[in-house]
Nanobody, 111 residues
Framework: QVQLVESGGGLVQAGGSLRLSCAASGMPFSINDFSWYRQAPGNQREFVAEISRFSDANYANFVKGRFTISRDNAKNTVYLQMNSLKPEDTAVYYC?????WGVGTQVTVSS
């Protein structure tokens, strides 16, 4: 059974940084691709970033140059480093792989 547990969210001022983590279990981590999505109140869930099994990364245009996705296969963990945060980045951030969603972690950016 695939399980994803996100952590690292919180309250930060605009311009600040956070690093989200997604700890995965129940699947062969190193051969899976992973994605981060987010959902703000009243909005649909939207793609943020993805990383392939080869560590190739892709980003939504609105986070390019600010967010960095990475993975540590030894720790079965995917990260999302978020810099220069904006109030519009406020959302619940979800990790996704193998048709499985994590429970999400709340990120709130104050102006």
């Amino acid at each position: 059974q695939v399980q994803l547990v996100e952590s690292g969210g919180g309250l930060v001022q605009a311009g600040g940084s956070l690093r989200l983590s997604c700890a995965a279990s129940g699947m062969p981590f190193s051969i899976n691709d992973f994605s981060w999505y987010r959902q703000a109140p009243g909005n649909q869930r939207e793609f943020v970033a993805e990383i392939s099994r080869f560590s190739d990364a892709n980003y939504a245009n609105f986070v390019k140059g600010r967010f960095t996705i990475s993975r540590d296969n030894a720790k079965n963990t995917v990260y999302l480093q978020m810099n220069s945060l904006k109030p519009e980045d406020t959302a619940v951030y979800y990790c996704w792989t193998a048709d499985t969603w994590g429970v999400g972690t709340q990120v709130t950016v104050s102006s």
